[in-house]
Each structure stands twice: as C-alpha cells, then as structure tokens.
C-alpha cells in the first residue's frame, strides 16, 4: 500500500475523532441530535488480511435534528352529558293547553259568524223597512199634491193628505233610525269577535311556540344509570355510550350535538340530516335520503332502528336518548357511579331527569402536542416530517406537523410579559416571560412557546397512555442527494481542511475533500476525483 510522506497527515488520525467529539458534543449541548436518513451503504469491511477496514462513498440524504419535549395524546376533546329535559307530563299538559285553544278559537268564529249573519239579516230587514217608508211617503206626496191643488187648499180632503205625509214622514225617521242603530250594532260586534279570534289566535299561536319548545327539549324518563363505560374505552357507531335504568343511550355519528328531540313536524336543521345519514349507514334507510326534513319516512326508519335496539319502538328520539359526536369516542373520564341518579337526584320522571356531565371523551387519533419555543418556529411548518421517540425510549414513529399555534404564551398559562430589558437591546435581558419568584425561589425565564400538533404515520401499538411524555426530532438542516462517507474516514490534513485515503485494489492515495453537513456517522463530502462507490479507509477504534 503506498503511502505520502508523513508531512502531508498528521500523525494521529484521533486529531479527527477529537475534533469531530468536540462537535458532536457542542451540538448536543445546545440541544441538536445528528442523524442520517435513510439507508446509507457505507458499512466498513474488513479484507481480513490486517489491511485498514474500508467504506464505499455513497449517494445519500443527511440531515441534522433538534430534540424538543413533547406529550402523545388523543385529538379531539369532548364532554357528554345527561341533558336536563321536560317531562311527557309536561308536554302532555302543554299539548291539552294547545287543544283548549284550538277549541275556544273555533267556538269563537263560529259565534261570530253566527252573530254576522243575525246582525246581517237585522239589517237588511231595516233597510228594507226604510225603503218601502219612502216609497210610501214618496205616494202620500202626490196624493197631497193634488188633493191640496187650486181651491182645494182648505179642504178636509188636503187636510188628511198632509196628515198623512206627516205620518209617513215620521215612520221614515224612526226606520232610518232603526237601520243606524242596527248598522252600528253589527259593526261593534263584528269588531269585537274579530278581536275575540285575533286574541285566541294570539294565545294559540305563543301556547303552540311553548309546545314546540318542550317538546324539543322532551327527555326521556330514566332515572339511575345502569350502565357506564371504563376510561379508556373506545366506543363506536351505534354503540352503547352509557345505559339510564337499562336503556342503551348510543352513539350515532355528526358534528351537531344532539340538543333536542327528534319527531316529525319539527323545524328543518343540519341535526336531522346528521341522524337521516347514520340510518343509512346502519342500514334502516330503506325509502329514505338525505335530508335535513324529518318526514314520515324519517320516522319509520327510527321505527327500525328502535326495534333493532329492543327500545320502544316511538318513531322519535327524545333528548338524551342519543349522543351525536363526529367519529368515535375514547372514553377519558366517567363522573357518576352505576346506581347513582341521574342528575344527581334532581332529575327523574316528574321533571325529565338529565343534567350534569357523565362523560369526557377524546378521539382516537394519537397526536403529539410539543410547546415550541418561538425562537424555534421557524423550523416547522404543516406538513412537515418528524420522527417520535415514544415514552418507552426505543420505539419511533414518523408523522407529520399538523398545526403550528399562531399565539404565544409563556409557560404555565402566562400571557403578559414582565421583561425588564433595554428595548433597544438586540434581544438581551429579560423573556417577556420572565416571573421574579416568591418567597426567595428564584423566578424563571422561559421564553414564550407556540403549540404544534403533530398526527403519527401509525398508531403505535398499545398506544393507550394519554398525555405521556414523547421527544419530537425535527430537521434543522438538511442536504439531498449528496456524497457522504463515515466521519471515522476524514484525515486532518497539517496545511489545514480534510482528505480521505482512497483505496484502489492493493493501493490508495490520499484525496483533499471539502466537507458539508455531519451527521452522527456521516460526512457530505465533495472534491475532485470523489465519486460514487469508490472505498476509503475507515480506521477501526
């Protein structure tokens, strides 16, 4: 093997190890992990003969991380309670209260129109009487004129002619008087039942918004929970969520909760079309399609549905009789005991029951929340890969950055910063964070942190542990598609900068290189002659 004379190398190639340890352990004070990714060939081999172990150059990516904390949870947070509803009583009372008033209405226009038609018919009988007394004064006025003409002035005849007008012009009076008074009677009271109808349309219109209300928030009638599930549980699309004296209250899947009761004739909304998509999915929707209207059909396919799940087959859903959440649920925290009342005894039949939380639930989805310092932001954002070291120490997982915070707080909940430093500084003294302790205790000076949300490639199996502690790497840097041999190949070259001894066969030659990124075991390297696949020595320790 040839060898350059002694005054081209150092002497000792653990000037490179020294100087590549120095580094190393820089970064990792500063907190930066070093790492090459993907598979990188350049495993060193040894010809067996006592020759120098060698590695091939290889084409690869390296790329440096930093290592924040972090906690692997659940996505989603979700609270499930036990709704404080109106009693069947209740709405029964409302509905008779409707009833009565849809009766007193009727009974009211019938009065009136039966009122109209006398007043009507008074009416017409005094005009009439008006007409024929004008007609009649109208001919005892001729009859006058010509018994009183000429000399017949002072006759008995013209007498009794003009008694006769003065009699015929009385009766006119009275009968027109007659017919105002009749005209006026027939308007007081037209006006008086119409305000008597408008009045019982009035109250059955505020006592059908009342029955609409209670019947919206119609609960059923448990009282004692039966059933509740374990923290931990999953639970899925028509499934069990929690029991009210043995009725399954089950899970059907929407973003809108479930916040009244489901019947026909109630008002359209997004609530309806959420539970006309679960009975198609569950397989009741025969002669069904979507939509927000709850009609018949709707009606009958709950009819289905009812009957499948042994409950009493209503054609609605009262409040709480369901739980509508977007996906599955893990069940993370259960408030009451089985046996306890629901509502903590302030509900039951008499009042509808409900009221209080039974459950917290997240999702299923593990995710990774890391506090990120904001002098780190820019390191992340959507989309961009990590890798996750899990709370057992060995185990990783790639995922991705789902969100990056657009606020900043400080630790521990603090929003205000209580920095003292020169505002003029270029960013020393104080972290708007900074608190001065209590008591003696020193204070601290974290820095404000953003917060990332971080989805997993895979769910880690057994992943059950919520809000464990997690590490996160994030790539600092990076370089594709570059060369790269093992750092243990760099040779401190005495005029300065580094080599590597490429092997040929039986011989080797040193070659200057110019370096690039480091990883932990690799080294970007570049030069003349430095090319794919060639062997350079690899020193063993």
């Known amino acids: 093997m040839v060898r350059l004379p002694a005054g081209r190398v150092l002497p000792a190639r653990r000037v490179v190890a020294v100087a590549l340890a120095g580094l190393v352990v820089a970064g990792v004070a500063a907190g930066v992990a070093v790492a090459a990714e993907g598979s990188n060939g350049a495993t060193a081999s040894s010809a067996g003969d006592g020759r120098p172990a060698t590695a091939a150059v290889v084409r690869t990516t390296l790329v440096n991380t930093v290592q924040v904390g972090g906690s692997i949870g659940f996505d989603g947070s979700y609270s499930v309670s036990a709704p404080s509803g109106t009693s069947a009583s209740q709405v029964a009372q409302a509905q008779q209260t409707v009833t009565e008033d849809q009766q007193t209405l009727s009974a009211d226009q019938q009065a ?286 790639g995922g991705q950055v789902q969100s990056v915070g657009t606020v900043a707080s400080c630790p521990g909940g603090g929003s205000t910063g209580t920095g003292t430093g020169d505002s003029g500084t270029d960013g020393g003294g104080q972290s708007p964070c900074a608190s001065a302790g209590s008591s003696g205790i020193a204070g601290s000076n974290s820095p404000p942190t953003v917060t990332v949300t971080i989805t997993l490639d895979r769910t880690p199996a057994g992943a059950a542990l919520d809000q464990a502690p997690v590490n996160v790497n994030i790539i600092s840097q990076r370089a594709a598609n570059v060369l790269a041999v093992p750092v243990d190949a760099l040779l401190a070259l005495a005029g300065g900068g580094f080599g590597v001894q490429v092997v040929t066969g039986d011989t080797s030659h040193l070659a200057g290189v110019t370096t690039g990124l480091y990883s932990s075991t690799m080294v970007q390297v570049s030069g003349p002659g430095i090319r794919v696949g060639m062997r350079v020595e690899v020193p063993s320790q």
């Open 112 to 397: 009136g129109s039966d009122a109209a038609a006398a007043d009507d018919q008074q009416v017409s009988a005094d005009r009439a009487n008006v007409s024929a007394n004008q007609s009649a004064l109208a001919a005892d006025r001729v009859s006058e004129g010509k018994a009183c003409a000429g000399a017949g002035g002072s006759s008995s005849a013209c007498s009794q002619a003009a008694q006769k007008v003065s009699q015929d012009q009385a009766a006119l009076t009275q009968a027109q008087q007659q017919l105002a008074q009749a005209e006026t009677a027939e308007k007081t009271s037209r006006d008086t039942d119409q305000a008597m109808v408008a009045a019982d349309r009035t109250r059955l219109a505020g006592d059908r918004t009342a029955l609409a209300a209670l019947r919206a928030t119609e609960s059923s009638a448990g009282t004692t929970y039966t059933w509740l599930p374990q923290p931990g549980q999953i639970i899925r699309q028509d499934q069990r969520v929690y029991a009210v004296s043995d009725v399954p209250v089950p899970l059907l899947y929407g973003s809108v909760p479930a916040y009244r009761a489901f019947y026909a004739g109630m008002p359209d909304g997004g609530d309806v079309g959420e539970l006309t998509r679960d009975l198609i999915d569950l397989g009741f929707g025969g002669g069904l399609t979507p939509s927000d209207h709850y009609s018949g059909a709707t009606a009958a396919a709950v009819g289905r549905w009812q009957r499948k799940l042994g409950l009493p087959v209503t054609g609605q859903i009262l409040l709480g009789q369901v739980v509508l959440e977007p996906g599955p649920i893990r069940v993370a925290s259960v408030t009451p005991s089985v046996g306890s009342p629901v509502g903590g005894g302030g509900g039951g039949a008499a009042s509808g029951g409900g009221g209080g939380t039974v459950l917290t639930a997240t999702g299923v989805i593990p995710v990774v929340t890391v506090d990120l310092d904001v002098s780190q932001e820019y390191l992340v954002k959507p989309g961009d890969a990590v890798s996750v070291v899990l709370p057992d120490g060995t185990t990783t997982v």
